[in-house]
C-alpha cells in the first residue's frame, strides 16, 4: 500500500512558478509509475504529466507542454512537478497518483494522494 502525500501548492501571479512536490511511503517507490493529475472546479480530472519508473519516459497534456517538468528521485522517494509560466487555466487541485503499469493506463493508477490546490491569479 503506497500513501502519497502532495506538497508545494498556493497562489501565484499568472506568469509565475510553483514547484510541487509529492512524498510516498509504504512500498517499493522505483516499482511505480508516477501521474500529476488535475481537477479544476466542474470539470473531468485530467492527466497533466506522467513518468515512467525510471524516469526515462515523460508524458505531458498539450496545454502544459513547454511549461510544466515531470521528475522523480527515486532514492527520496518523491515526485516532482515544476510549473512555469502559469496560466489562470492552470488553477485546479493537484493530485499525484502511482500506478505499477503503464503510465499510460488512465485507468490503473490505484493509489492517491489528498490534492493541494493552486490558484493563478490574472
Known amino acids: 500500500q503506497v500513501q502519497l502525500v502532495e506538497s508545494g501548492g498556493g497562489l501565484v501571479q499568472a506568469g509565475g512558478s510553483l514547484r510541487l512536490s509529492c512524498a510516498a511511503s509504504g512500498g517499493t517507490f522505483s516499482s511505480y509509475a508516477m501521474g500529476w493529475f488535475r481537477q479544476a472546479p466542474g470539470k473531468e480530472r485530467e492527466l497533466v504529466a506522467a513518468?515512467?519508473?525510471?524516469?526515462?519516459?515523460?508524458y505531458y497534456a498539450g496545454s502544459v507542454k513547454g511549461r510544466f517538468t515531470i521528475s522523480r528521485d527515486n532514492a527520496k522517494a518523491t515526485v516532482y512537478l515544476q510549473m512555469n509560466s502559469l496560466k489562470p487555466e492552470d488553477t485546479a487541485v493537484y493530485y499525484c497518483a502511482a500506478t505499477p503499469k503503464s503510465l499510460y493506463l488512465l485507468q490503473e493508477y490505484d493509489y492517491w494522494g489528498q490534492g493541494t490546490q493552486v490558484t493563478v491569479s490574472s
Open positions: 513518468i515512467s519508473r525510471s524516469g526515462g519516459t515523460t
